[in-house]
Every structure is written in structure tokens, then in C-alpha cells.
């Protein structure tokens, strides 16, 4: 575990969040829960908006909500005074109506449709990351409608690929986002935009990878932007008031993960700001506005979800099964990507770690697994299960597969906990259907 004043272990040997010890959680809310810790959200968000202010200057943290998305967390985020990133329509109506000040948000996606285009333009998002040529055309045929002139930056690949403790620079681009500064295909976009009369082409956006640890891939990132930035403007006089890095920044989930403190998740917006300092005043380049767009290390570790052990089942010599009361459902990326987790007895933190257990869920897919031959203490059926790290693409990710209920999400701080997400009914499972 990697522990903090808001997530430890109590003197009842108990998991505590929040100052919230998890048997009341259990007691009160049932399982399978999600918790969320706002201080550690909190605490993020503001540690790295003082250090981009004090590392660089000028510039935006914008929290992408993809990672989690909910009301109160817009509002949290808009609290702290960060900007927000979007990919969908659905997630910019939540930011709206949570109140978010849509001048500090930035629309990704790579096939975004007419409609998310046009809501974008009609709610004054501040800026719109292009992907696609046609894109850029339709985007500009709505402006000219609304008579506006919208602020946009084009997503370009600087051919660096990273993920979690490697990354690689390859000329080879075979990703579905971005157009490959190293083919020429991204100065012919550059061009293109720059002719759209209702387009601003503030500058341009990359994202390497996500849960990468290797400050150094987005060092190389910031060079090859800054490389490209000066190349187009002695090519063709183009400067950019902006550049937009992205986020990816590696977060602890098991072992091997690097354990870090809030502050030391600082160090990711210092390296890019010194390296944008730097690569700006070695290529004479005016100093751009830098966004950077920060998900799972924002609201990653302040996240844990709590189950209760059912059924067990071992197959003598092969695995150890302990099914609980959620799964794939609740958090679908072991079964996307073999994404590793650490589970704790959350009743019984200081026991020894003598079984091997793989923890599975209740739906019907082989794959339905949390996390593969882990230590814990002896499992019986009734007891607290915690999954921690599960604030990122967990309940972001969550489906009703097996017409489960997706878990609720409760708030946590200073020993409160309150519904930040109410749990869902069988009425909803029904609400659509005809
Ligand atoms: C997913 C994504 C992010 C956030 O990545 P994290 O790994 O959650 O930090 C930022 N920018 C873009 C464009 C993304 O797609």
C-alpha cells in the first residue's frame, strides 16, 4: 500500500480512508462500494497548479475527466481552479451542468460528431483539439454559422511511444490519434487549419501514452514539439501562442510502481517545464501557454473500491479463487489489459500474507478477474476485500454487464463520507427499455 495521513492502517488494524475506517463504510453503504478520497484529489490538483505556476508561468492544468467523471468531481476540480479535457458530448453537458466554466475546457476525441462539435461551439469551450482534415472543414462551416472564431490546437504524434517503464521513438506511427510530425503529415494538417478562416490555430497537442514513470519520454516530447514548432515557423512564419503536452503521468498500483508522495508528483510538471523553458529559449521560440492534462494521477490513488468475498475455489496446485460481489462490471481493465492491482483484507491489514488468491468477479466471462494470484491473509466468505488505486478508469469504465448494478460512489474527508454517485435501482436497468 502506498500509505498516507488518508490512507492507512487504523489502530484496529483496519483499512482507513478519509479518516473513515472501511467496516463503517461496509456498515453504511454496502458493498461492492467505490471510495473516493477529496483530500488526496484536492491535494493533487492544487500541487500541481502551484508548480506549473512556479516551474513555468503561464499555463493551464487541465484534469482529464475521462479518468473520472461525475458532478461533484467537476466541481471539486473547478473549486481548485484547474480546466478540465473532455472527449464527448456527455462529458461536456456534465461539466455544464455542474457548473464548470467551459472557457477552460479542451475537446479531444479522434471522430468527434457534428453535434459534439456543435455543442462544443455553442457552449464556448475554450479550445478544440482537431483530429481529421474533414474535422477541421466542419468545424469551420459551424463557426462561420455562430459567426465565431474558434480557438484550436491539431493533435500530432512526435513519435514517441510510452508505456508504463519503456518508451521507445519510433518513425512508424501506427496510432489512430494524432497525425506523425516525422511522415510530413502533420505540417500539411498545420497548413490546412491555418487556411480555415473561422479556425485560430493557437497550437498543437500531443499525448505519448498514459502510466508512464520515464520522465525522460516527456522531456523527448517536449524537444520534438519544440523541434517542430521551430520548424514551422522558419518554413513559414507560423508561431504558436500555446502547446498542450497531455498527461500519462505513471501512477502506483502494485509492485514495481513507483510509490510517490502528492509532492513528489510534482517532479512530472517540473521536468516538462524545464524542459519547455529550455527548448524554447535554445530555438528562439516565443514562450507558449502550457497546458497539461493530468487523469488517473489526479483521482488514481484516491480511489479504492471495497467488496466482500464470496464463493472460493481452488484448484489444487493451479489458482486459489475468491469470487466478490463485483468485477468487471465495476472495473473491466484487468480484462482489458492486464492491468495490475493491489487487494487487501481490509478488516485484517496487519495479518500475515500467507495465501495465494486470484480474485475474480461474479460475471459470466472467463477473464472476469480484478487481479491474478496476490498475497493474503486466510479469505473466508463475508470478509471485507479492498482494491486499491481504483480511482481512475474504474468507475469511468463501469457497465451494467450481467444487469449488474454499478457501485455507488462516496466521498471521503476528515472522517465524513456522504453519496457522490447514489447507487442505481433495477428501475434504471429497465428505464430505457421498450
Ligand atoms: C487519456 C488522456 C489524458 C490523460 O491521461 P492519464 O493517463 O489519465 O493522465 C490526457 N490527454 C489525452 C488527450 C488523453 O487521451
Given at each position: 500500500?502506498?500509505?498516507?495521513?488518508?490512507?492507512?492502517?487504523?489502530?484496529?488494524?483496519?483499512?482507513?480512508?478519509?479518516?473513515?475506517?472501511?467496516?463503517?463504510?461496509?456498515?453504511?453503504?454496502?458493498?461492492?462500494?467505490?471510495?473516493?478520497?477529496?483530500?488526496?484529489?484536492?491535494?493533487?490538483?492544487?500541487?500541481?497548479?502551484?508548480?506549473?505556476?512556479?516551474?513555468?508561468?503561464?499555463?493551464?492544468?487541465?484534469?482529464?475527466?475521462?479518468?473520472?467523471?461525475?458532478?461533484?468531481?467537476?466541481?471539486?476540480?473547478?473549486?481548485?481552479?484547474?480546466?478540465?479535457?473532455?472527449?464527448?458530448?456527455?462529458?461536456?453537458?456534465?461539466?455544464?451542468?455542474?457548473?464548470?466554466?467551459?472557457?477552460?475546457?479542451?475537446?479531444?476525441?479522434?471522430?468527434?460528431?457534428?453535434?459534439?462539435?456543435?455543442?462544443?461551439?455553442?457552449?464556448?469551450?475554450?479550445?478544440?483539439?482537431?483530429?481529421?482534415?474533414?474535422?477541421?472543414?466542419?468545424?469551420?462551416?459551424?463557426?462561420?454559422?455562430?459567426?465565431?472564431?474558434?480557438?484550436?490546437?491539431?493533435?500530432?504524434?512526435?513519435?514517441?511511444?510510452a508505456h508504463t517503464h519503456h518508451f521507445v521513438q519510433t518513425a512508424k506511427v501506427d496510432s489512430k490519434f494524432g497525425y506523425s510530425i516525422g511522415s510530413g503529415e502533420a505540417e500539411k494538417v498545420v497548413c490546412f487549419v491555418k487556411k480555415q478562416e473561422n479556425l485560430d490555430l493557437v497550437g498543437l497537442h500531443c499525448h505519448i501514452g498514459s502510466q508512464i514513470f520515464e520522465y525522460k519520454s516527456f522531456e523527448l516530447a517536449v524537444e520534438k514539439m519544440t523541434d517542430f514548432y521551430k520548424k514551422l515557423s522558419d518554413l513559414?512564419?507560423?508561431?504558436?501562442?500555446?502547446?498542450?503536452?497531455?498527461?500519462?503521468?505513471?501512477?502506483?498500483?502494485?509492485?514495481?510502481?513507483?510509490?510517490?508522495?502528492?509532492?513528489?508528483?510534482?517532479?512530472?510538471?517540473?521536468?516538462?517545464?524545464?524542459?519547455?523553458?529550455?527548448?524554447?529559449?535554445?530555438?528562439?521560440?516565443?514562450?507558449?501557454?502550457?497546458?497539461?492534462?493530468?487523469?488517473?494521477?489526479?483521482?488514481?490513488?484516491?480511489?479504492?473500491?471495497?467488496?466482500?468475498?464470496?464463493?472460493?475455489?481452488?484448484i489444487k496446485g493451479i489458482k486459489n479463487y475468491i469470487a466478490i460481489d463485483g468485477g468487471m462490471f465495476d472495473n473491466p481493465r484487468y480484462a482489458l489489459y492486464q492491468a495490475k492491482y493491489s487487494v487487501v483484507s481490509a478488516l485484517n491489514m496487519n495479518a500475515k500474507k500467507s495465501n495465494k488468491y486470484t480474485i475474480a468477479g461474479k460475471c459470466c466471462e472467463s477473464g472476469d478477474i480484478i487481479a491474478e494470484d496476490v498475497m493474503l491473509p486466510e479469505i473466508k466468505e463475508g470478509d471485507l476485500i479492498a482494491v486499491l488505486s481504483t480511482g481512475a478508469y474504474n468507475y469511468s469504465m463501469s457497465s451494467n454487464y450481467n444487469r449488474n448494478l454499478i457501485p455507488p460512489v462516496v466521498m471521503v474527508k476528515d472522517g465524513e463520507s456522504r453519496y457522490i454517485v447514489k447507487p442505481q435501482t433495477f428501475e434504471d436497468l429497465i428505464r430505457n427499455d421498450v
Open positions: 500500500m502506498n500509505e498516507r495521513q488518508t490512507l492507512k492502517i487504523n489502530n484496529l488494524g483496519h483499512l482507513e480512508i478519509g479518516g473513515v475506517d472501511a467496516k463503517a463504510l461496509k456498515e453504511q453503504y454496502g458493498t461492492p462500494l467505490y471510495v473516493m478520497d477529496q483530500a488526496y484529489i484536492e491535494d493533487m490538483c492544487k500541487i500541481y497548479a502551484d508548480t506549473l505556476k512556479k516551474e513555468y508561468g503561464d499555463g493551464m492544468i487541465a484534469y482529464a475527466s475521462k479518468a473520472f467523471s461525475c458532478l461533484e468531481i467537476y466541481r471539486i476540480i473547478n473549486k481548485m481552479g484547474i480546466g478540465a479535457d473532455s472527449v464527448s458530448a456527455g462529458e461536456m453537458f456534465t461539466a455544464k451542468t455542474a457548473g464548470f466554466p467551459m472557457e477552460k475546457i479542451c475537446l479531444h476525441g479522434n471522430n468527434k460528431s457534428s453535434f459534439e462539435l456543435e455543442y462544443a461551439v455553442q457552449n464556448n469551450v475554450g479550445y478544440i483539439v482537431l483530429d481529421s482534415y474533414t474535422e477541421a472543414s466542419e468545424l469551420n462551416e459551424i463557426c462561420k454559422k455562430y459567426n465565431k472564431v474558434q480557438k484550436v490546437l491539431i493533435r500530432v504524434n512526435p513519435g514517441i511511444e513559414y512564419g507560423y508561431s504558436f501562442d500555446v502547446i498542450n503536452i497531455g498527461g500519462g503521468f505513471g501512477v502506483w498500483y502494485a509492485d514495481g510502481d513507483a510509490k510517490k508522495s502528492c509532492n513528489e508528483y510534482a517532479e512530472y510538471i517540473k521536468i516538462i517545464s524545464g524542459a519547455l523553458k529550455r527548448c524554447v529559449a535554445e530555438k528562439s521560440l516565443k514562450k507558449p501557454y502550457l497546458i497539461l492534462e493530468p487523469g488517473r494521477s489526479i483521482v488514481g490513488e484516491a480511489g479504492v473500491t471495497l467488496y466482500t468475498a464470496g464463493r472460493t475455489k481452488e
